[in-house]
């Protein structure tokens, strides 16, 4: 049986120098973020980790929310750690990066730097256009998560897609993607050469929208597009450390 409490929202005081803004993503839940989470909390860093609202519950939950409701969630996380620590870096992965983009467009330098796992801007295809239409149709369509190349691994994910709830994903991706010019802040990617489930086009799109004077992109090649919890996972935690080390000093 898996432990319940992987599902929850993660919260650490410590230092007051250093705090991290962890961001997981749609239809996934702090599940696929935590280990990560642990880690900056073993150098001694103040974290959230939120449970986006509608998240590692039902996907009938998620389909009622949206991502006002999400980006609201990540804000107050983040202004908890503004309140408190000196530097605030914001990680996600996913739709978790396109939230830490939304972050940093938003709150400019008083966010620190990011590091993106994955993230997503950006779905191409005519079923994503025709998601509004089709959320009016049916409520879920075949689920997206548990891309992992590693065995016996299970990021705990949504067993559908919740349509209407994608929908509202849309209009977050198009706001953020419209902004990215408005990221000054230094960048860290990680981004899988195999991920089923983010279009490639997605890392150098961001790469080459923002305004970042350090950004800098690192191609995984062991694992998919879950990778915080697959077999590069130790290299992105021990990355972003590395990283977030250099910007704050």
């Known amino acids: 049986m898996v432990d319940a409490a992987l599902f929850e929202p993660l919260s650490h005081d410590g230092s007051t120098e250093i705090g991290v803004l962890v961001c997981h993503g749609f239809t996934g839940s702090p599940r696929s973020m935590r280990p990560w989470a642990e880690h900056l909390i073993g150098q001694g860093w103040s974290i959230r980790l ?22 609201g969630a990540v804000d107050s996380a983040f202004g908890e750690l503004r309140s408190r620590c000196t530097k605030v ?21 008083a966010v620190a730097g990011l590091v993106l796992v994955n993230p997503v801007v950006v779905v191409p295809g005519i079923q994503f256009r025709l998601v509004p239409m089709i959320a009016k149709i049916v409520a879920s369509v075949p689920a997206i998560g548990n891309d992992i190349a590693k065995p016996g691994v299970d990021e705990g994910a949504y067993p559908r897609t919740p349509v ?23 960048l860290r990617m990680y981004s899988s050469a195999n991920d089923h489930v983010v279009d490639p086009r997605n890392g150098p799109l961001i790469m080459k929208s923002v305004s970042s004077p350090l950004a800098e992109r690192i191609v995984l090649t062991d694992s998919y597009h879950v990778a915080t ?9 021990t990355g972003s450390v590395e990283f977030i080390k250099q910007v704050a000093s």
């Open 50 to 71: 939120p449970r986006l609202p509608g998240h590692g519950t039902t996907w009938q939950d998620a389909n009622r929310t949206g991502w006002r409701d999400w980006y």
């Open 89 to 109: 870096f914001a990680v996600g992965l996913s739709m978790g990066g396109a939230l830490a983009l939304r972050i940093a467009e938003q709150h400019g330098d």
């Open 164 to 186: 209407k709830a994608a929908a509202s994903m849309k209009q977050l991706l198009a706001l953020v993607r419209s902004d990215l010019r408005h990221v000054t802040q230094p």
């Open 229 to 237: 919890i697959d077999n590069d996972a130790e290299r992105i935690f």
